[in-house]
């Protein structure tokens, strides 16, 4: 490890896709890793792989005392973050707005948005004390381009995105990065939890096709956080070569 490498990342949702994935890139480069996520088993499966230099934490990213509290008492070897992956996200449903359902609009809220904002403040006084640390959200493609569908999960990454851009200003001085991530389609569990489990219809989102993968992302995650100190990385955006931009929808009359 060098001087400029962190030592210490918490990644949330590290159970699945983007989240376990950082975990592994950044544990093969001897950073302490913090793994956090709701399904204990998922982490501690990675925990084993990992081996000492891993730490998991059972959490909710909606419940912000639990997040107050798993920030709290982090072990000493581990209470000094330096990367911050607000990785936790997930859409719920593809249909229109008018018909959908508002606890799943809740729940990408309170996840993807106010979960969020929860891991940053938790951690983010400790980072500023150091002089020294890094936030990096997981946006989305959907937070800048439309489609039919994204509503909510669309506004809750475009929020993702003015929050990243937001807190550089805040952090102006401190020393502290902050980067925003933000991937098109990439084949992890995301599209199997959008449709409540139906494993079949997530297939057919990426079939016939090479989207993106959990490691590539990874990738992009550890590349930003490996950057030298006087190097702030504002946004990646990528996507898979075989996805790009929808024609404007046009209504004709007659
Ligand atoms: N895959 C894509 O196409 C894509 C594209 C752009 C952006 N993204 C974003 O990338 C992030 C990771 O998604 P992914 O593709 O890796 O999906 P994934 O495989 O479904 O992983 C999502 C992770 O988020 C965790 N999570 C969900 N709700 C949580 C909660 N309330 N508290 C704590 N953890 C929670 C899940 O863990 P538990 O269920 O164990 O809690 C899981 O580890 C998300 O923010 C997603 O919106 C994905």
Redesign the pocket.
């Known amino acids: 490890m060098t001087s400029t490498q962190p030592a210490t990342v918490f990644i949330?949702?590290?159970?699945?896709?983007?989240?376990?994935?950082t975990a592994r890139r950044f544990a093969a480069a001897g950073v302490r890793v913090i793994a956090?996520?709701?399904?204990v088993d998922?982490?501690d499966d990675l925990a084993k792989e990992l081996g000492p230099s891993a730490l998991t934490v059972a959490?909710?990213?909606?419940d912000r005392d639990a997040v107050f509290a798993a920030v709290a008492l982090l072990p000493p070897e581990f209470a000094a973050v330096d990367v911050l992956v607000n990785?936790?996200?997930?859409?719920l449903g593809l249909g229109p707005a008018q018909e959908a359902d508002l606890d799943e609009w809740d729940?990408m809220i309170?996840?993807?948005c106010k979960?969020l904002t929860y891991c940053t403040r938790a951690i983010l006084p400790g980072m500023v004390a150091r002089g020294r640390g890094h936030v990096i959200n997981?946006?989305?493609?959907?937070g800048t381009y439309p489609y039919p569908g994204g509503n909510v999960?669309g506004g809750s990454?475009a929020f993702v995105h003015q929050f990243s851009l937001d807190l550089r200003s805040d952090l102006h001085g401190t020393g502290v990065r902050v980067t925003s991530v933000?991937?098109?389609?990439?084949?992890?569990?995301?599209?199997?939890?959008r449709f409540g489990g139906d494993k079949e219809q997530a297939d057919a989102v990426y079939a016939g096709m090479q989207?993106?993968t959990?490691d590539d992302?990874a990738e992009a995650i550890y590349w930003a956080a490996a950057q030298p100190p006087h190097v702030n990385v504002n946004r990646i955006e990528l996507m898979a070569t075989a996805q790009s931009f929808a024609p404007f929808q046009v209504t004709r009359e007659g």
Do not use: C, H, W
């Open positions: 949330t949702g590290a159970s699945s896709g983007f989240g376990a994935a956090a996520a709701r399904r998922r982490l959490l909710d990213v909606r990785n936790a996200g997930l859409a729940q309170d996840t993807n979960g997981l946006g989305s493609v959907a999960y990454k933000e991937p098109g389609m990439a084949d992890t569990e995301f599209s199997t939890v989207p993106l959990a992302i």
